[in-house]
């Protein structure tokens, strides 16, 4: 059994800052891919950004210069710094993990960005 503890997710004002963290528990073993994806009320889950184990990451067009994706092998967890935040930023955060075969997904925090 794997769980995802996500954190770090609330109510900024625009151009505010949040940091997102995930932390993968229990038959941990080799995490090939790490990630953040996110949906909207309406819109379908898109990704945000992504990294590999050995540090390889791509991001969405929109967050590119303004999110950062990071992880810490050794603790399991990816962390995603998030600054200039706009109010289209708004959505569910879903922390994501691939570890072979299958794909692991955490509950989801709540980023809501409004003055």
């Known amino acids: 059994q794997v769980q995802l503890g996500e954190s770090g997710g609330g109510l900024v004002p625009p151009g505010g800052s949040l940091r997102l963290s995930c932390a993968a528990s229990?038959?941990?073993?080799?995490?090939?891919?790490m990630g953040w994806y996110r949906q909207a009320p309406g819109n379908q889950r898109e990704l945000v950004a992504r990294?590999?184990?050995?540090?390889?990451?791509n991001y969405a067009d929109s967050v590119k210069g303004r999110f950062t994706i990071s992880r810490d092998n050794g603790k399991n967890t990816v962390y995603l710094q998030m600054n200039s935040l706009k109010p289209e930023d708004t959505a569910v955060y879903y922390c994501?993990?691939?570890?072979?075969?299958?794909?692991?997904w955490g509950q989801g925090t709540q980023v809501t960005v409004s003055s």
């Open positions: 990294i590999t184990r050995d540090g390889s990451t």
């Open positions: 994501q993990i691939t570890m072979a075969p299958r794909d692991y």
């Open positions: 229990g038959r941990i073993f080799s995490i090939y891919t």
